[in-house]
């Protein structure tokens, strides 16, 4: 995967492009998300935020979560039914989830399917390309097993 720093300036503008007022919270939380890319939970995020941030709460991760989902800076994906994990939306891509692993990764397409703005009439708001299957990594440890 490729590695993602942004600055500080850079969270600020964008959050306040995106009408959100920035703060220490949101501008670790969007932090998080966008240079870890590894689509974490709010578990995640907290768990790691935690011994920078030790007046965060788990409740306040989730407002700055659904705020920047409502206001389209990041995705909520809720691939395996369980947990919501968040992604930032840099641009428009599928993702692959290894279902040994449960790891998942981002896939470029070549395709003009994100930018459908209608089906047969119903108006899309969001467009989620998922896939399923084994990673390159649990195929190799099948392998040598």
């Known amino acids: 995967m490729n590695e993602r720093t942004v600055s500080t300036e850079e969270l600020k503008n964008l959050l306040l492009a995106s009408g959100v007022k920035p703060s220490v919270q949101r501008l670790n939380v969007l932090r998080y998300v966008i240079e870890e890319m590894n689509h974490p939970s709010v578990d995640k995020i907290y768990q790691n935020l935690l011994p920078q941030i030790p007046t965060l709460s ?17 995705n909520a994906l809720n691939i395996d039914g369980h947990e919501i994990k968040y992604d930032f939306i840099e641009h428009a891509h599928a993702h692959f989830i290894c279902t040994s692993c449960n790891q998942i990764y981002d896939i470029e397409l070549d395709s003009d399917i994100y930018q459908m703005q209608s089906i047969e009439g119903h108006q899309v708001f969001n467009t989620q390309v998922n896939f399923k299957g084994i990673c390159n990594n649990c195929k190799q440890k099948q392998k040598e097993n």
């Open 58 to 74: 788990k409740t306040t991760v989730y407002n700055t979560l659904k705020q920047l989902t409502e206001k389209g800076v990041i």
